[in-house]
């Protein structure tokens, strides 16, 4: 079986960055934008510092802020429409993972009509179609959404969410400015920087990984190791770093797929609506434990790129352990709580069965079962 990369046709990186928006909308003679941009960044002008550029430039564009922080159905159905009657040629998503999954699907559901029930994108859809040109702006440092083929839909009915796996939605550019992301708070940097170092371990341990990943998934782990804490106390070289970092884990998982820590986390939001991230950062380090043994020599390297000294004297006992126990540390510094109050016993069951039926789960480098998902679950009950 062939091994397959899909990457964005071009992507720029660096302060400044965002000044390529202009020249890459003339370039392809696009007419309008559809501007894709959750309701806090506009409210705190982090999405003018793009719709100025369109502004000076004479660019046409419609805003499209229905957006919530866990994307639903209904956000994308309402966008869909609102598309429809704009006019737009082409998207761009300006924000985290919810501005650019919602304005994925709404481009997927444009150019593939069919599939306007959104439920039906679930998993591997069959859509035929390229979605709308997108040029994906990130303002967060974690999702790596400007570089994936996956998106992910709450279903606020079924209280579950969703994720969608199409090589048609890949933004066609991405434009990765740190200056974009040095108005997120001390919280957000934090969870959607272990959101980024959760896809580089389970993308670096997944049953599809292969050298190529490989190779991306630890320069992620490094870069993330060494930048969060300062990304956290907001320094340029911390900016800086994290915004590569996640890119180029998003570069390897998009590939390869994650594994249960993510499955755990999406149903985690689906049903208390925690910040992705922070669920990410609470299963990590238990789902850890749980695969070693099916790891073989990784997590020697785990910890070597997170800046473990010593390790090639370790035992793998050892080197296994001091890998998970750099994680933790790593999510303590930034201030990730270990334990989730909202989780209850009674929940259990739902919550592990939504979790086996994640698209993630099957990734896993070890079969897991509801029961087990039970087990990892109830680590995180206080």
Not at 82 to 89: I, P
Not at 210 to 234: C, P, Q, Y
């Amino acid at each position: 079986m062939a091994n397959r990369i899909m990457l964005n046709q071009t992507s720029y990186h660096g302060c400044g960055a965002i000044q390529e928006i202009v020249n890459e909308a003339k370039a392809h003679g696009f007419q309008k934008a559809f501007v894709c941009s959750d309701p806090d960044l506009i409210k705190f002008q982090v999405t003018s510092k793009v719709t100025d550029l369109l502004d000076q430039n004479g660019l046409a564009y419609q805003m499209y802020s229905d957006i919530k922080a866990n994307p639903t159905i209904e956000n994308v159905q309402h966008g869909v429409n609102a598309f429809k009657e704009c006019g737009a040629d082409y998207i761009i998503a300006i924000g985290g993972g919810s501005s650019m999954d919602t304005a994925k699907a709404i481009g997927i559901i444009v150019a593939n009509p069919e599939f306007e029930d959104v439920r039906s994108l679930e998993g591997v859809a069959p859509t035929k179609n390229p979605c709308v040109p997108i040029l994906a702006v990130p303002t967060t440092a974690g999702t790596a959404a400007e570089v994936t083929i996956n998106y992910v839909i709450t279903d606020v009915e079924k209280k579950r969410k969703f994720v969608c796996v199409d090589p048609h939605d890949m933004p066609i550019v991405a434009i990765v400015d740190p200056d974009m992301m040095s108005s997120m708070p001390k919280g957000l940097t934090a969870s959607t920087g272990m959101d980024a170092l959760t896809h580089a371990i389970e993308g670096y341990t997944t049953k599809a990984a292969w050298e190529m990943t490989d190779m991306f998934h630890l320069k992620a782990i490094e870069i993330i190791s060494k930048s969060l804490r300062g990304a956290v106390d907001n320094t340029k070289e911390g900016r800086e770093g994290m915004a590569l970092g996640q890119y180029i884990a998003g570069m390897g998982f998009s590939n390869v797929g994650l594994g249960i820590a993510h499955s755990m986390a999406h149903t985690l939001g689906a049903v208390y609506d925690t910040p992705h991230g922070v669920a990410c950062a609470m299963m990590l380090p238990i789902v850890m434990e749980y695969n070693a043994e099916c790891t073989g020599e990784k997590f020697r390297e785990i910890a070597r790129a997170m800046g473990v000294q010593g390790v090639d004297g370790m035992s793998q006992e050892e080197y296994r352990k001091a890998a998970v126990d750099a994680v933790r540390k790593l999510s303590s510094d930034v201030g990730i709580p270990a334990k989730l109050s909202a989780v209850k016993e009674e929940d259990l069951q739902f919550l592990a069965e939504s979790a086996y039926a994640d698209a993630c789960r099957p990734g896993n480098p070890k079969d897991t079962s509801v029961e087990d998902l039970k087990e990892l679950f109830r680590k995180i009950m206080e």
